[in-house]
């Protein structure tokens, strides 16, 4: 009934092509919107070292050494 004459490379070709072809897609609007200028970079995260020394003195009230 069906008869497939492809060969067994050009279906995981086309997969992959499938898979790989719109995210490449999407990585590459994403750069030109960032190099245009319509996407800023996010800011740099606070560095973590400043939230564990005000937390250091919290942590006493916390277990109700007053």
């Known amino acids: 009934m069906n008869e497939t004459n492809t060969s067994p490379l050009i279906v995981p070709l086309l997969f992959v092509l499938r898979c790989l072809l719109p995210l490449l897609l999407l990585f590459g609007i994403s750069y030109l919107l960032r190099r245009l200028g319509l996407i800023s970079t996010p800011p740099p995260e606070p560095k973590e070292e400043s939230s564990e020394k005000n ?11 007053v």
């Open 55 to 65: 937390n250091s003195g919290k942590g006493d009230l916390a277990h109700g050494s």
